[in-house]
């Protein structure tokens, strides 16, 4: 059985995360000027071509603006920042998987409404199939993985490339953490039963259903995930009005 071999990290790589995650924790604040390149270089124990590649990165990235004469200045982030910086801003800060969640959620009660008016026949087939491997899933991490598929999918039947990059994105910060949000996977059986409504109203192409099944499945999971407390006021309403 031939193995996949695990790509290495280079020194650029792991200085330009060293560098992000300083810019990121407000070692290096918004506005302020990074030292000399000289002094940058000698005090990560690089050469200044290994640091000139990874600031080209993070400029290219939105965290930094160099200028000639002037020097390489640490920009606003969220003026500037793509949604590439989720995994790192979430993997930083516990606060930002609360953000990453609800805006899960309000995407994907819209993307399941999408799917439902949308999806073809065959993508309908699909779905069944990969709801029944979120069933059939041996551990906690393959049912996990076998849900992001499900919402894959229903973001591919809307027949909007846009809503598949945005689940991607979304997915995208917070799997690198998912081994402590394993809670509603635990369980395959169970976390099939919960997908299922959202799978039957696609399919049934009910809309409404869609929008609520969905919008009940993400608010149940997030709480579970995130550990947020039973109350009511702890999770949305699916009535709540649009």
């Known amino acids: 059985m031939a193995v996949e071999s695990i790509p290495r990290r280079t020194v650029v790589d792991l200085l330009e995360a060293r560098l992000r995650e300083d810019i990121l924790g407000g070692t290096h604040g918004p506005g302020s000027l990074l030292p000399p390149e000289r002094e940058l270089a000698a005090g990560y124990g ?3 071509t290994t640091l000139k590649h990874a600031l080209t990165r993070l400029e290219q990235a939105g ?4 200028r000639h ?4 200045r640490v920009l606003d982030y969220l003026r500037t920042g793509g949604a590439d910086l989720l995994p790192m801003l979430a993997a930083q800060d516990s606060t930002w ?3 990453v969640f609800e805006a899960r959620r309000h995407i994907g009660t819209l993307i399941a409404g999408r799917a439902a008016d949308r999806r073809t026949d065959r993508q309908a087939r699909r779905l069944e199939h990969l709801l029944r491997q979120v069933a059939d899933g041996p551990d906690a991490d393959a049912v996990q993985l076998a849900d992001v598929e499900v919402h894959r999918e229903l973001a591919r039947a809307t027949g909007n490339r846009v809503y598949l990059l945005l689940t991607n994105t979304l997915f995208n910060a917070y799997l690198p953490v998912r081994t402590a949000l394993r809670a509603p996977f ?3 059986a169970r976390a099939a039963d919960r997908l299922a409504p959202v799978v039957r109203a696609v399919a049934g192409r009910d809309v409404a259903e869609a929008r609520r099944a969905a919008e009940t499945y993400l608010a149940d999971t997030e709480k579970i995930m995130l550990g947020l407390p039973s109350s009511p006021r702890g999770r949305p309403r699916a009535d709540r009005p649009r």
Not at 69 to 72: K, S, V
């Open 97 to 99: 998987l609360r953000e």
């Open 186 to 188: 635990e369980d395959a």
């Open 63 to 66: 965290l930094l603006s160099t």
């Open 69 to 72: 004469g002037i020097g390489t």
């Open 46 to 48: 690089v050469t200044r």
